[in-house]
C-alpha cells in the first residue's frame, strides 16, 4: 500500500478491501479537488461516505466563510462514497484563499489548500496554464512535484486520466479514485485549480469512439467526478464545455463521445467532433471577443497517424478553413495521447492564414521524459504574447517558443 505526508493512503486501502467490511469512514474520503476557478468564485469536489456533512471553511479577502457541500445522487457504481460538490461564492478576482474541508466535524491537514481566483472576465493580464495528459498507476510520480514548481495558475488535463480501458463504471470509478489517491496527485488538485477532458482510455476502450457501447455511463461518471463548467448543450450530449480567464477563451472540446470510427472511410462522412458539436465550437470562437483563443481535445492535429484528426481529413479541413474563413485569430491548438511533448507549427497553417500553433502535452507520468508544457499568457502588452515550455521530469526545459498575437492573426 502506497503512503505519504498527505495522509490519503487510507484511500488506496478501498480497493483492496472492499466488500469485508473493515472500511473506516477515512477510509473512503478522497479529495478534495478544486475544479473551475471564476473571478467571483470556486468549486470544490469531495469524495466520502453517503450521509456526511461535509463543510469547507474558506478565508482570504475580507472572507472567513464556511459552505456546506452538496452530497451528489448515488453514482454508478457503488464503491460506499458519493461526490459532494459546491461552489465558494463571493470572491475576489486575482486573490489567493485558504480553504479546509471538514467531514463531520472532523478536519485533517490532507484536506485543506489554497488556490487564486481569475482576473476579471474580459481585463488583461498575466497567468500560467500547465497542460498534461497521460497518468498511470504504477508510473514514476515525481513531475506532478515539478509541475507544482513551476506555480502554475491553474491545470487542465487532457485525456487519459486513467487506464480502465473500459465503459463500466465501477472500473472507472475505481481507477479514477486510485489514481486522485495518490500523495504526488493529490496534493496538486487541492491546490491549482483542474479542468479535464477524457481521451479513449479513460473514456472506453483503446482507440474508442460515438459507437462505444456504455459510453452514457461513462459520460455520467465523467460528469460527477470532475468539478469542469457544464458539459455539452441541451440538445447534444459530450464532455465539451468552454471557460474564460481574463480575456483569453477556453474551448476544450470532446473527440470521442461522437467520433467515427478511425478505420472508417476518411470521406466526407467521416467526423471527429460531430455535426452539432463542431457547429457549437465555431459559434463560440465566431463570438469571442478574446485575445487568444484556446481549443483543447486528447487527439493531436498532425502527429498520430492512426488515431488523431491526421486520419479525419474532412473535419480536419473544416476545422482549420473555418477558421480563416471567418477570420478568427489567436487560436492555438493544445493535445496529449502520444506520450511526448512537443511545440509545433501545424503543417496546414495556409489553410488558417497564420501558423497554427500546436502544444501537445503527453505522458507526464506514463512516458520516457514524464514531461508537461506550460503556457504563460500576457495580454497587458501592446501586442498580446503567448509563451510555451516543454518541461522535463527534472526541471529543465527542452523547447520554449513565443508567439505575438500579432503573428497569430491572418494578414490582409
Not at 161 to 187: C, G, I, K, N
Not at 321 to 346: F, P, Q, R, W
Request: charged share 20%; with cysteine.
Amino acid at each position: 500500500m502506497m503512503t505519504g505526508k498527505n495522509g490519503l493512503a487510507g484511500a488506496l486501502l478501498l480497493f483492496c478491501t472492499i466488500g469485508a467490511g473493515a472500511l473506516t469512514a477515512e477510509d473512503k474520503i478522497v479529495g478534495p479537488l478544486v475544479g473551475q476557478v471564476t473571478d467571483q468564485s470556486a468549486d470544490i469536489w469531495m469524495y466520502a461516505p453517503e450521509g456526511m456533512e461535509v463543510a469547507v471553511k474558506f478565508s482570504g479577502g475580507d472572507a472567513d466563510v464556511s459552505v456546506l457541500l452538496t452530497e451528489e445522487k448515488q453514482p454508478a457504481a457503488d464503491l460506499g462514497g458519493v461526490p459532494y460538490t459546491g461552489t465558494l461564492p463571493s470572491l475576489m478576482p486575482e486573490t489567493v484563499y485558504q480553504y479546509r474541508v471538514s467531514v463531520n466535524g472532523k478536519q485533517n491537514e490532507a484536506w485543506s489548500g489554497s488556490f487564486k481566483t481569475a482576473p476579471v472576465t474580459g481585463s488583461s493580464g498575466k497567468f500560467r496554464l500547465v497542460l498534461t495528459s497521460c497518468m498511470k498507476i504504477g508510473m514514476p510520480l515525481g513531475s506532478w512535484k515539478v509541475l507544482l514548481d513551476q506555480k502554475p495558475d491553474f491545470h487542465l488535463t487532457v485525456g487519459d486520466t486513467h487506464y480502465a480501458d473500459t465503459t463500466r463504471p465501477a472500473m472507472q470509478w475505481q481507477h479514477h479514485l486510485r489514481y486522485r489517491s495518490v500523495p504526488e496527485f493529490a496534493e496538486v488538485i487541492r491546490q491549482v485549480p483542474t479542468y479535464a477532458m477524457w481521451d479513449d482510455h479513460d473514456y472506453g476502450p483503446n482507440n474508442s469512439d460515438g459507437t462505444a457501447a456504455g459510453k452514457e455511463n461513462s459520460l455520467k461518471g465523467w460528469n460527477q467526478f470532475w468539478a469542469n463548467p457544464a458539459a455539452g448543450t441541451a440538445n447534444t450530449p459530450g464532455a465539451f464545455y468552454q471557460f474564460k480567464r481574463g480575456d483569453v477563451d477556453f474551448f476544450v472540446v470532446d473527440s470521442r463521445y461522437h467520433r467515427s470510427p478511425d478505420k472508417a472511410p476518411d470521406n466526407k462522412k467521416k467526423r471527429m467532433l460531430g455535426d452539432a458539436q463542431f457547429a457549437w465550437l465555431l459559434a463560440g470562437l465566431k463570438a469571442s471577443k478574446a485575445k487568444f483563443k484556446v481549443i483543447a481535445s486528447g487527439s493531436t492535429l498532425q502527429h498520430s497517424k492512426d488515431d488523431g484528426w491526421s486520419i479525419y481529413t474532412f473535419s480536419r479541413h473544416r476545422l482549420l478553413d473555418s477558421l480563416k474563413e471567418h477570420n478568427i485569430s489567436g487560436v492555438i491548438y493544445c493535445s496529449g495521447d502520444i506520450h511526448k511533448s512537443i511545440i509545433a507549427v501545424n503543417n496546414e497553417s495556409d489553410r488558417v492564414g497564420y501558423p497554427l500553433v500546436e502544444v501537445i502535452s503527453s505522458g507526464i507520468a506514463n512516458s520516457k521524459n514524464l514531461s508537461f508544457a506550460t503556457i504563460d499568457f500576457d495580454t497587458t502588452q501592446s501586442d498580446p504574447i503567448v509563451m510555451v515550455r516543454v518541461v522535463q521530469k527534472d526541471g529543465a526545459v527542452s523547447d520554449e517558443r513565443t508567439w505575438k498575437l500579432s503573428e497569430l492573426t491572418k494578414k490582409k
